[in-house]
């Protein structure tokens, strides 16, 4: 059975860097024909698409987040990482670590087979 786990800090200062680290269990990252993505629902609102990396290696952002997202993955570890840069308190929000197979870029939770239980993340001084 596959699992994804989200770790890293749950509080984060304004203009300091995020980083979350997603561990896969039970398949491998590297499987073709799947994309392993950030996905982030802040309080109140929908669900947005951050960001992902594919089978390849190769990563896709969303366009509104694309100046300040990374997104990396370590292969022997079988992790992939986020970095968002200069955060602000509209970052705060639940982000979740999830696999995909198609439609790249979804905001609905049904196009993705698998994902972590969230991770709150709050961007406050």
């Known amino acids: 059975q596959m699992q994804l786990q989200e770790s890293g800090p749950g509080l984060v200062k304004p203009s300091q860097t995020l980083s979350l680290t997603c561990t896969v269990s039970?398949?491998?990252?590297?499987?073709?024909?799947?994309?392993w993505s950030w996905i982030r629902q802040p309080p109140g609102k929908g669900l947005e698409f951050m960001g992902a990396?594919?089978?390849?290696?190769?990563?896709y952002y969303s366009s509104s987040l694309k100046s300040r997202t990374s997104i990396s993955r370590d292969t022997s570890k079988n992790q992939f990482t986020l970095q968002l840069n200069s955060v602000t308190p509209e970052d705060t929000a639940v982000y979740y670590c999830?696999?995909?197979?198609?439609?790249?870029?979804?905001?609905?939770?049904?196009?993705?087979?698998?994902r972590g239980q969230g991770t709150q993340v709050t961007v406050s001084s």
């Open positions: 990396i594919v089978s390849s290696g190769s990563t």
């Open positions: 999830a696999r995909g197979s198609s439609r790249l870029g979804s905001t609905s939770l049904s196009d993705y087979d698998y």
């Open positions: 039970g398949g491998s990252i590297t499987t073709n024909y799947y994309y």
